[in-house]
């Protein structure tokens, strides 16, 4: 009786961690004239009110500058993010980093131009 409780413990964590999941890719762009920050958070959900993108971290030169918190994902397959950043200037690196609620994150990174 206790292997089968072990195993039914086990196939439910190695099932829940298939639906958990990190962002699959972030695409960063930072306009210099306007000094805007846009990345896309591509990130897969069935319902990105239960599963999504729970929080973004944004830095510059390796040093956290912003820390933004959302409560669900804008669609099924990504979060856009937004952020001024008057401090960056040529030859500086911006970072996003995007955390799943449920499991996982993903950071990228880009040099300013």
Same mark, same amino acid.
């Given at each position: 009786?206790?292997?089968?409780?072990?195993? !039914?413990?086990?196939? !439910?964590?190695?099932?829940?961690?298939?639906?958990?999941?990190? #962002?699959? $890719? @972030?695409? @960063?762009? !930072?306009?210099?004239?306007?000094?805007?920050?846009?990345?896309? @958070? +591509?990130?897969?959900?069935?319902?990105?009110?239960?599963?999504?993108?729970?929080?973004? $971290?944004?830095?510059?030169?390796? +040093?956290?500058? +912003?820390? /933004?918190? !959302?409560?669900?994902?804008?669609?099924?397959?990504?979060?856009?993010?937004?952020?001024? @950043? #008057?401090?960056?200037? +040529?030859? $500086?690196?911006?970072?996003?980093?995007?955390?799943?609620?449920?499991?996982?994150? /993903?950071?990228?990174?880009?040099?300013?131009?």
């Amino acid at each position: 009786m206790k292997k089968i409780v072990i195993f !039914f413990c086990v196939l !439910f964590v190695a099932s829940a961690a298939g639906f958990a999941h990190p #962002p699959s $890719d @972030i695409v @960063i762009q !930072f306009d210099p004239a306007t000094k805007t920050l846009t990345a896309t @958070i +591509k990130h897969r959900v069935s319902n990105p009110k239960s599963h999504y993108i729970y929080k973004v $971290d944004i830095g510059l030169n390796g +040093k956290e500058i +912003k820390m /933004l918190p !959302f409560a669900q994902q804008e669609t099924n397959s990504s979060l856009m993010v937004h952020s001024v @950043i #008057p401090e960056a200037k +040529k030859g $500086d690196l911006l970072s996003v980093e995007g955390y799943c609620n449920l499991s996982g994150r /993903l950071e990228k990174e880009i040099k300013v131009v």
